[in-house]
């Protein structure tokens, strides 16, 4: 049984809901899920932790796992990545990071889930010497991968979902009703083609 890793990004909750709200999706369609947890960070902490914190959660990830990562959960998914663990997967909702990022060879697929009303991630941009940047809100824009999949929650969403905006409305109840089954069907179509 496939295990999936959500991890929250610097603020275990966020307004009008949480990552750990994909868990019991996850879980009805047959995944075992483990909700990880770094407690609260201010920004400037993260900036200077997460290569700790990804190594930690590299050493508990076994082949084949998955990560869900929102915000700087994607980019402790994308160091936990770069050290090596092969992972199974990765799904970036909202993930502060370089759009331009590339990902390490032994991933199978990423997953970037973005919308261009993401502000947190405009604010990102104009940091210096670090990892984080408007993924979340632009896509992936690296050099093409065949491996990395854009999916946008705004106008240019699947047919059928209903619109998340921000930085956290994918996790609203309302939204994730949708969304959630959505996207642990397409979670399932990833490790079918592998």
């Known amino acids: ?7 929250h990004g610097i603020h275990v909750e966020q307004r009008g ?40 959660f590299a050493d508990s990830m076994k082949k084949g796992d998955i990560v869900i990562g929102h915000s700087n959960g994607a980019a402790l998914a994308c160091l936990a990545a ?3 663990v092969p992972l199974g997967g990765v799904v970036c909702i909202q ?4 759009a331009d990022r590339e990902w390490a060879p032994q991933i199978p697929w990423v997953d970037v889930i973005a919308n ?3 502000g947190v991630l405009t604010a990102s941009t104009f940091l210096f010497g670090h990892m984080w940047g408007a993924l979340g809100r632009d896509g ?4 093409a991968d065949s491996r990395i999949a854009n999916i946008f929650t705004d106008e240019r969403r699947p ?4 619109e998340a905006l921000g930085h956290s409305q994918f996790f609203t109840h309302d ?13 399932r179509r990833h490790l079918e083609g592998a």
């Open 116 to 118: 261009r009303g993401d």
């Open 140 to 143: 992936y824009n690296g050099p």
């Open 1 to 7: 049984m496939t295990t999936i890793h959500i991890v």
């Open 17 to 56: 809901g949480s990552p750990r709200l994909l868990a019991p999706y996850l879980k009805e369609a047959g995944f075992t899920v483990k909700v990880r947890s770094y407690g609260k960070l201010k920004w400037w902490r993260a900036r200077f932790a997460n290569a700790n914190l990804a190594a930690c």
């Open 95 to 98: 993930g502060a990071l370089d």
């Open 82 to 84: 770069d050290y090596g």
């Open 159 to 162: 047919e059928g979902l209903p």
């Open 175 to 187: 939204v994730l009703a949708a969304w959630g089954p959505w996207y642990a069907a397409r979670i």
